[in-house]
């Protein structure tokens, strides 16, 4: 590609992070849904539903219009098809980009700071983008599940057996709990438990696995992953992009897995795999791993390559099967 057709590739691009912008907006302050399926609505209207300011609303509207969010006859908005796809239950919802958008703005501004200064604030600074920390767990949810489906789910032969069996499975750095809800719909001989240290993050899992009645059989448990120890093991154990995030205390974390399994479970570890070459990066399924780990970085993590998670399993005794979904997405299976 020449370097005028990236310019102009750039530009187009600008332009939609401004429509996904747009559409941030109208998420979080209840906006688009608001205007799902409603008569059309003026400004006054809009914002007196959201309790928010009519004016702002009023200006909020134009803007969503002229990048075709929405769809108006006088001073009378309604969605249009554009607007619709980013309403977070649509098949295929938008949502998640709309929400990424503005997290990575966020972030590369603070990401900026923290180049000079050195500091790494950890997972912390995701709670401090407060329109953004209520909705990053759907936002996991509507980009990952359908992915998990397609391509996880068949890669996980075993758990046939386990539904089969009655197994139990518990999720270590659970979040929303959307990992072991979309297990347990798919496998009604299965149930959970999930684990993590975000109580707001617990209260949603616990709240939507009530919502699809899962509740008697998926339970969350707020605890610190590296101190949870069960009552009883569990014949799968689950580690659902999470690895990364406590790599720089894996043998407490494998000490956990073993306190957590039976002795012929399964472990189970999906991640992001981190190429063995700087070149790869230049892959156009692999260009945003690098501002990924970048971002990592700020959070102390950093982003694996199979091998070396290969290599910590088989140092803690686990026999790892490796496998490859695509150019980034990973299973391991010990």
């Known amino acids: 590609m020449t370097l005028d057709a990236t310019r102009d590739q750039l530009r187009d691009a600008a332009s ?5 912008r747009l559409a941030f907006v109208g998420l979080t302050n209840g906006l688009l849904e608001t205007l799902d399926g409603a008569t059309p609505l003026t400004a006054e209207a809009l914002a007196d539903r959201t309790e928010t300011d009519a004016t702002y609303v009023q200006k909020w509207l134009d803007a969503a219009y002229a990048f075709e969010l929405l ?5 009378d908005f309604e969605l249009s098809e554009l607007g619709e796809a980013f309403l977070p239950d649509e098949p295929g919802t938008l949502m998640p980009l709309a929400i990424q958008s503005v997290l990575s703005a966020r972030l590369t501004d603070r990401l900026s700071t923290l180049m000079r200064s050195g500091d790494q604030p950890g997972e912390a600074i995701i709670g401090e983008f407060d329109n953004i920390t209520p ?21 996980l032969e075993h758990v046939e057996t386990l539904d089969e ?3 139990r499975v518990l999720d270590l750095g659970c979040g929303n709990g959307w990992y072991l809800r979309a297990l ?10 999930g684990v993590d240290t975000m109580e707001a993050s617990l209260e949603s899992a ?10 008697d059989r998926l339970d969350f448990e707020h605890e610190d992953i590296f101190d949870y120890r069960p009552d009883a093991p569990f014949e799968a154990v689950v580690l659902n992009r999470t690895l990364h995030h406590v790599w720089d205390r894996v043998d407490e974390v494998f000490e956990t897995i073993d306190a957590s399994l039976v002795d012929d ?33 700020a959070m102390g993590n950093r982003l694996l390559t199979p091998d070396e998670i290969a290599e910590a399993c088989r140092e803690h005794g686990y026999e790892p099967d490796v496998r490859r979904l695509d150019a980034i997405e990973t299973l391991i299976v010990g």
């Open 165 to 167: 069996e009655g197994g």
């Open 135 to 155: 909705w990053f767990g759907r936002m996991l949810e509507s980009k990952f599940r359908p992915y998990f489906h397609e391509h996880v789910l068949p890669s």
């Open 184 to 193: 347990l719909e798919t496998y009604d001989g299965l149930s959970g438990v």
């Open 71 to 75: 769809d108006a006859e006088g001073d």
């Open 16 to 20: 939609e992070t401004t429509a996904l």
């Open 265 to 297: 479970g399964t472990l189970m570890l999906w991640e992001p795999a981190w190429p063995d070459s700087r070149e790869a990066l230049r892959d156009p399924e692999r260009k945003g791993l690098g501002m990924r780990n970048l971002a990592e970085h």
């Open 206 to 215: 616990r709240q939507a696995a009530d919502e699809s009645g899962l509740d």
